[in-house]
Every structure is written in C-alpha cells, then in structure tokens.
C-alpha cells in the first residue's frame, strides 16, 4: 500500500546529541501523527498534528505539521538512551476519518 | 487514558489450526478497530478496518476468510487467523479509536508463530 517517505531510515548519533527526522508525500495529509514503537511493542502515540503550520512540543520532542499539509518533522533535542526504537510517522488525509498510512520508519541508535 | 490490551502476548501454534487474537479498549469505546500486520524490520501494513456490530472493511490482498474479524462491542474486536501456516507467522498490532475519531491508539502486539 501507499506510504509516506521518511527520512532518514537510520539514524547513529551520541547521547545528547538533537535528532531530526522527517515525512513527505506527494498528496495532502489532514491530519500527521508521530509514534514510537520499541522491539516487540506496538507503536506509541508521540504527537498528533492537525493544523497546517502547527507546531507542537511533548517534552524533549517537537513536530511540526508542514504548511503545505505535505510534510512533517519531528526533532528530538539533547537525546537520551531510552530515545532509542524506530519512530513512525502516520497521516490521514481525511481528519478523525480511519486510514493512517504510515512511513517506512527511522531507526534511531544511541552511543552512549 | 487511550489504553488498548492484546491476548495473547505471544503465541506458538500448529500449522492447520485456528488462532484467536483479542483487543480490547479499557478505559474509552472504540467505535473503530484496525488490525495491522508488520514483518520484521518493516512498517506497520492494515489488514482491516472494523466499525462495530458491522462487518469489517479489509485492504486489497487480505482474505477476509483467512483473517475473521469480529468487534461485537465498544471495547472488544478479535481477529482469528484460520488453518494457520507457517507464513502466516507475523507481529500482529490492532489499533482502536474513539467516539471523536481523534487518533489510533495501539495495542502491544501480539508475536504468533505457526510451525
């Protein structure tokens, strides 16, 4: 099925150091969510977006939903170990209205 | 809030027989459940949408007679793999929303393997 494009798929960076991380796509989304899944657990829900341009912040984390409803980023500022696991973007393009079509993932990996 | 349980956590079962997967919403009604497939290392994949005393909606490719899914309640939706084979071996994760159709709050997968 159709999926987003995220970017990066990997990610390998210092304890401490901020991560960034992207989606886009070629249509227009209503609605983007970022999750985080670790091995062997389901995907937990980091941020939800709903309107164009906004920008929103849970902690160390902070998403943006793109102006154009064509993209989103979610940045990670001064990384800690339990930051690692696979992070997922999700959108919808109709608002509260089913389908999440998701990205392929970032890996993300932390030397400590 | 938005808490979503699976059982069993894990399961291990003989190829030919049947497998019964539960989700359960525990503190919200869930007017619509999702059941996603994911193999190692990939994204999550929807099998099939699932509204509440109604038939489920499954995605291209998914045989609705191999995969039967039931969401009899507001909190209950239960996906049972029939004549299980060994590619049916996967990480099944379903997901539920609420009332205000916010979002898909997921359960903690359930690992089955079919030797």
């Known amino acids: 099925g159709q999926q987003l494009n995220q970017s990066p798929q990997s990610m390998f960076i210092q304890e401490g150091e901020d991560v960034s991380m992207n989606c886009t796509s070629s249509?227009?989304?209503?609605?983007w969510l970022w999750y985080k899944q670790d091995p062997g657990e389901g995907p937990v829900l980091l941020i939800a977006l709903y309107k164009a341009g906004e920008l929103t912040s849970n902690g160390r984390l902070t998403a943006q939903f793109g102006i154009t409803r064509k993209d989103s980023f979610l940045n990670i500022s001064a990384s800690i170990p339990s930051d690692v696991g696979i992070y997922f973007c999700a959108g919808q393009r109709v608002q509260g209205a089913q389908k999440l079509v998701f990205g392929q993932g970032t890996r993300l990996t932390i030397n400590p | 809030g938005a808490v979503v349980s699976q059982h069993p956590s894990r399961v291990i079962c003989k190829s030919g027989t049947s497998v019964k997967i539960e989700c359960r919403s525990l503190?919200?009604?869930?007017?619509?459940m999702f059941w996603y497939r994911q193999f190692p290392k990939k994204s999550l994949m929807l099998m099939a949408t699932?509204?509440?005393?109604?038939?489920?909606?499954?995605e291209q490719g998914v045989e609705k007679d191999k995969f039967l899914i039931n969401h009899a309640s507001l909190t209950l939706s239960t996906l049972t793999v029939t004549s299980a084979h060994p590619e049916d071996s996967s990480f099944y994760i379903c997901?539920?929303?609420?009332?205000?159709?916010?979002?898909?709050?997921f359960g903690p997968g359930t690992r089955l393997l079919v030797l």
């Open positions: 699932s509204n509440e005393g109604s038939k489920a909606t499954y």
């Open positions: 249509s227009i989304f209503n609605t």
């Open positions: 503190d919200f009604q869930a007017t619509t």
């Open positions: 997901s539920a929303s609420g009332l205000a159709k916010e979002t898909q709050y």
